[in-house]
């Protein structure tokens, strides 16, 4: 695709319950990350996977919280037994290799969670 | 610790106005800093890129600027337009091995008509 897409846009939940994210990045990168963004707050990393290299989790915020990325291309963002404070806007974002230095990051649109 | 902060937090002014959005850190070693644009409900969009060298970069009506000497960072837009209502986030990279990016909350600009 043209840019990094993400689904789904929305998602509402109840408390325990599990989510699943998914985030396709531009094709040919080999670097993506997820963020998260609170509500007047600044993008927190959470997960950055480069190439087959093992992912760098040092962001995530607890075990609830996993990623996978299949085949080097879409990647999926996992919360087991969700809580009201997950909810925020959820940010992929790709670049090419390395994904340091300046290689610009795309980030898709976001998916909205929502814990009831 | 390593911190980026912006001012304001939130900003309004009427369209055709300018507008100078700012952003101190305290990231060291420095690598670079770029600004984002943020429209609502969308992901941020990368405006411009200031390394270490560079005092000044322009895009259209935005005009970054750079001291690294005061770890100072400015976002200048001119003749603001409705679309200019965004969030703008400061963002550097750290200049170590892991090159983390480090992030501002970003200011949030209202255009009024």
């Known amino acids: 695709g043209a840019g990094v897409s993400q689904s789904p846009s929305n998602k509402v939940t109840e408390k325990g319950k599990d989510v699943e994210l998914r985030c396709d990045p531009i094709s040919g990168h080999t670097a993506l990350y997820w963020y998260r963004q609170s509500l007047g707050q600044g993008l927190e990393f959470l997960i950055y996977f480069q190439g087959n290299s093992a992912p760098d989790k040092s962001g995530l915020p607890s075990d609830r919280f996993s990623a996978e990325r299949t085949g080097g291309s879409v990647s999926t963002l996992t919360i087991q037994r969700t809580q009201q404070e997950d909810s925020a806007v959820y940010l992929c974002a790709s670049s090419f290799y390395p994904g340091r230095g300046t290689n610009e990051q795309f980030f898709g649109p976001g998916t909205r969670l929502t814990v009831l | 610790k390593n911190q980026v902060e912006q001012s304001p937090q939130s900003l309004i002014i009427l369209e055709g106005k300018n507008c100078t959005l700012q952003?101190?850190?305290?990231?060291?070693?420095?690598?670079?800093l770029r600004w984002y644009k943020q429209d609502t409900g969308r992901g941020p969009v990368s405006l411009t890129i200031?390394?270490?060298?560079?005092n000044t970069k322009s895009n259209g009506r935005y005009t970054a600027t750079l001291d690294a000497d005061t770890k100072q960072s400015s976002l200048h837009i001119t003749a603001s337009q409705l679309s200019d209502s965004a969030s703008y986030i400061c963002?550097?990279?750290?200049?170590?091995?892991?090159?983390?990016?480090?992030f501002g909350k970003g200011t949030k600009l209202s255009v009024k008509p």
């Open positions: 952003c101190n850190y305290t990231v060291s070693p420095f690598s670079n």
């Open positions: 200031m390394t270490f060298s560079e």
């Open positions: 963002v550097v990279r750290h200049g170590g091995s892991q090159g983390n990016l480090i």
